[in-house]
């Protein structure tokens, strides 16, 4: 397996697990609450405007990339916190982790 492949299986996973770890800390945070309404209530004024059909897809098209630069982002962040975790693990008990090891696959992974 190449390691193309293999960075898009660990996304994949990491996507997983982050929806689920994520939406457990997102449904017990008061502030995103407040924020996710007013998104929603947002979004129903959107809907009422009245546009014309291009201005509408403009408008979509603009909020689309958002959500998957948004998305994107997000899951990259949960990655970045999963090395970050192991670098600090790494320094913490470098007994128990072979950091060369650990280096030369984050090296390899930033090419």
């Known amino acids: 397996m190449c390691d193309k492949e293999f960075k898009e299986l ?3 996973a990491v996507e997983k697990l982050k929806d689920e770890s994520v939406l457990k800390l997102l449904q017990a945070d008061a502030s ?5 309404n007013n998104e929603g209530s947002a979004e129903d004024a959107f809907n009422q405007l009245d546009l014309t059909e291009k201005q509408r897809e403009v408008c979509q098209h603009l909020i689309d990339c958002r ?8 899951t990259h962040a949960y990655i970045a916190g999963l090395i970050d975790a192991f670098h600090i693990m790494a ?9 060369e090891r ?3 696959a984050l090296s390899r992974k930033n090419r």
């Open 91 to 99: 320094v913490l008990f470098p007994e128990k982790w072979d950091t």
């Open 32 to 36: 995103y609450q407040k924020d996710s």
């Open 10 to 12: 660990v996304k994949i």
């Open 102 to 104: 650990i280096r030369e």
């Open 67 to 74: 959500d998957k630069q948004d998305f994107e982002y997000g």
